[in-house]
């Protein structure tokens, strides 16, 4: 017997709860309505990142990347910033890691048997305000993304990067607007390199 669960529905947020007085939108508010929090923030950016490169797919939580372009370009995402949503006595110091890691198939319903790097490009999103008057997820202005190429991310061995190193793999970060571009280059490097 298989168990192989339905697409998720597409829900508005309108849709209430049966024998509750909340709806969808109400437990949105309650989980994720602090969009600085570690978790939420790296959700916040694999939907900037989707939407850069035009993916309106929704995420999927065991997926061996976070992002799939309409190219098929497989995306990693990882983020950071220099504040966080509890108090702190100096700002964080921004540190990106990468490992090697099993890879989930939903379609056989098992993890792959190899550890690897399953993603053409990688992604590090940086929020860069450094004060919380400042402080806005939802202003484009204040990210960054370093985007590499897999064999860049792989000839670390899951080494963690602060950011000259990242700036060294990476190069220098872009803005929003030319992410889609510096994705696209990351990925065709990564296949460049896959057929040679």
């Not at 508005?12 to 309650?30: C, N, Y």
């Not at 850069?52 to 939580?61: F, H, K, L, M, N």
């Not at 990688?122 to 064999?151: G, I, M, N």
Request: with cysteine; charged share 20%; proline share 5%.
């Amino acid at each position: 017997m298989a168990f192989d669960p339905p697409a998720a529905r597409d829900l508005s947020g309108a849709e209430p709860f049966d024998g509750l007085d909340a709806s969808v939108v109400d437990f949105w508010r309650f989980a994720m309505s602090d969009l600085r929090t570690n978790n939420v923030r790296g959700y916040l950016a694999e939907f900037l990142v989707a939407r850069a490169v035009g993916s309106t797919s929704p995420r999927v939580e065991w997926a061996p990347w976070d992002v799939t372009a309409p190219d098929g370009t497989r995306i990693e995402v990882k983020s950071s910033g220099f504040l966080q949503s509890w108090a702190q006595r100096r700002l964080s110091t921004p540190r990106f890691q990468v490992s090697a890691a099993y890879g989930w198939d939903a379609g056989t319903g098992a993890w792959s048997e190899e550890q690897g790097f399953n993603a053409d490009a990688y992604v590090f999103c940086l929020h860069t305000a450094k004060t919380h008057d400042e402080y806005d997820p939802l202003a484009l202005s204040q990210w960054q993304f370093y985007v590499a190429a897999r064999q860049s991310i792989e000839d670390l061995a899951g080494a963690a990067m602060g950011l000259p190193r990242l700036a060294r793999v990476a190069g220098d970060p872009v803005l929003y607007a030319g992410l889609r571009d510096a994705i696209a280059v990351a990925a065709e490097r990564t296949r460049l390199i896959n057929w040679s």
